[in-house]
């Protein structure tokens, strides 16, 4: 079956780094995507991986190995405003998205 | 960057009334629109797959005649719940996918509707 997991709920402490590992298992794979969703709103874009290796974006990079399937999300210099769940997603051989259950990441001062 | 937008924001209606949820890619054309519903505290979990001009896909446990969909053009696809009861209340999102993508299949989602049934 298709499955991603991620774990429930992490703390971390504002200016500090955290990571976000994700594990993946479909079927065929088209890239893997990284969402951040605030309580109450939709979802915003914050990576695509689709080769082996780490994209760095800002303060925020992801990794991919295909052959783990296995991701992670690496968050810098953490802002209060980065409290918020973070959703990974794998994209499967028909391009439909298999969604984690998210990451809820609570920033302390 | 890609717009979609969703109206209703919020909508609150009473037992048994239908409610119809617009989705709508403001500046791009979306061959593709995927509707979403999030429960408090979980994941989106996508109800159906709608290509324009044809029919939509559901997911497994999706009922299609309570919840219909329809994407009668290249920028608008509605969902309407119909017969509203009180456990379908929840967080609707849509989600389109553009003719060309700047990335290999991303979606980009609309704001969501916040449906209440009383």
């Known amino acids: 079956g298709q499955n991603i997991d991620q774990p429930t709920e992490m703390t971390a402490t504002e200016g500090a780094i955290v990571q976000i590992n994700c594990t993946y298992q479909t079927s065929g794979f088209n890239g893997l995507f990284w969402y951040q969703q605030h309580a109450g709103e939709a979802p915003t874009f914050l990576s695509y991986n689709v080769l082996d290796g780490l994209e760095e974006k800002g303060r925020f990079s992801s990794f991919l190995s295909r052959s783990k399937g296995y991701s992670y999300l690496l968050l810098k210099e953490l802002q209060m405003k980065d409290s918020a769940s973070y959703l990974c997603?794998?994209?499967?051989?028909?391009?439909?998205?298999?969604w984690g259950a998210g990451t809820k990441l609570i920033i302390k001062p | 960057g890609a717009v979609v937008s969703q109206h209703p924001s919020r909508v609150i209606c009473k037992s048994g009334t239908s409610v119809k949820i617009e989705c709508r890619s403001l500046d791009f054309q979306a061959t593709t629109m995927f509707w979403y519903r999030q429960f408090p505290k979980q994941s989106l979990m996508l109800m159906a797959t709608s290509n324009e001009g044809s029919k939509a896909t559901y997911e497994q446990g999706v009922e299609k005649d309570k919840f219909l969909i329809n994407h009668a053009s290249l920028t608008l696809s509605t969902l309407t719940v119909t017969s509203a009861h009180p456990e379908d209340s929840s967080f609707y999102i849509c989600?389109?996918?553009?003719?060309?993508?700047?990335?290999?299949?991303?979606?980009?989602f609309g704001p969501g509707t916040r449906l209440t049934v009383l």
């Open positions: 989600s389109a996918r553009g003719l060309e993508p700047s990335l290999e299949g991303e979606q980009f």
């Open positions: 997603a794998a994209m499967d051989s028909n391009y439909q998205l298999i």
